[in-house]
């Protein structure tokens, strides 16, 4: 009979990890071929906008209508139609309508669905060390939410038609809910142990980490979201596109700087393709002290108004 210790050994904790992994992956696969994964419980103003931003007939006004039975989210919108970063023209709105009406349907419910997701991750009542979980990852998105903001800006400040597509606002909410689906699998987590499993913490962080992609993948395609949002989540290029630059690049790029500043022991095995530009872009953003950066971060965080 093997003896326990010999799961220490390199050759043999690989294939036990692999093999609790893949009954892991199987379990929450299985949940969402069946629809019976848990969603993130997000309120259901923002699931029925969802809904409604899939349908060629919506207007502004039944947005605005969906948003005035939350009050939290009607402020919140607003809030963010104002700030530096969606305000392009700088002119202030105080009603709903307005704000629903210069931000656009799509980017209204990319707006309330990344509100809902990072309170949800901040107020959860689950065990202290899966909140802690969704604490950090509610830090971790922000930071590369805006460390995306830094790089896109640093593209449209050369002016070039090779970058102009890419849009501050839009490169937040894809680093914002980029690991979306982690709620998901911490949910499923839960439920693979109810049914008498064990599965060690430290194992399980791994295990979240390597199936959260899929898990994103599977939140993002089910309320509509583009395939800019779908391929960050996933690290994957799924698009044929003739832009020099994409948002997946920027995350990349964004990704490789954070790892770089936190001194990551993986950087080296982390590549990131770049033209010129973007290599002048990732030398400036990491050549700038702790105290700056750190700055940037925070002064980009409370300008999206999020």
């Not at 003896?3 to 696969?29: C, D, M, Q, V």
């Not at 419980?41 to 209508?65: G, H, N, W, Y």
């Not at 690290?235 to 936190?262: G, K, W």
Request: glycine share 4%; with cysteine.
């Amino acid at each position: 009979m093997t003896h326990l210790s010999f799961y220490w050994l390199p050759e043999n904790r690989a294939l036990i990890e692999k093999g609790i992994e893949t009954e892991f992956a199987s379990f929450l696969e299985s949940s969402i071929e069946s629809g019976k994964i848990a969603l993130p419980p997000i309120p259901e103003v923002v699931t029925k906008i969802q809904r409604l931003s899939t349908q060629d007939s919506t207007t502004v006004m039944d947005i605005a209508d969906c948003l005035v039975e939350d009050p939290g989210l009607t402020a919140a919108v607003i809030r963010v139609a104002n700030s530096v970063i969606f305000n392009r023209r700088n002119i202030q709105c105080t009603e709903v309508v307005t704000a629903v009406s210069r931000l656009g349907i799509i980017r209204v419910r990319d707006i309330v669905t990344a509100q809902a997701i990072e309170q949800l991750k901040n107020s959860v009542n689950l065990s202290k060390e899966c909140d802690r979980i969704l604490r950090q990852s509610a830090h971790s998105s922000k930071e590369l939410a805006a460390t995306m903001v830094m790089v896109t800006k640093q593209f449209r400040e050369t002016k070039s038609p090779d970058y102009m597509h890419l849009v501050s606002d839009k490169a937040l909410l894809t680093g914002l809910l980029a690991d979306i689906g982690l709620f998901c699998i911490i949910n499923e987590y839960y439920l693979y142990q109810e049914r008498g499993n064990y599965l060690d913490s430290e194992l399980a962080l791994r295990i979240f980490d390597a199936l959260c992609p899929a898990a994103s993948k599977m939140v993002l395609e089910k309320w509509g979201f583009d395939a800019d949002f779908i391929d960050i989540a996933m690290n994957e290029n799924s698009q044929t596109s003739n832009v020099e630059v994409s948002y997946l690049d920027v995350a990349r790029i964004a990704n490789h700087i954070l790892m770089f500043r936190r001194q990551d022991e993986n950087i080296d095995e982390h590549t990131v393709e770049v033209d010129i530009t973007g290599a002048d872009i990732l030398y400036n953003l990491t050549n700038l002290s702790d105290s700056e950066f750190n700055t940037k971060i925070q002064e980009l965080i409370r300008a999206s108004g999020l």
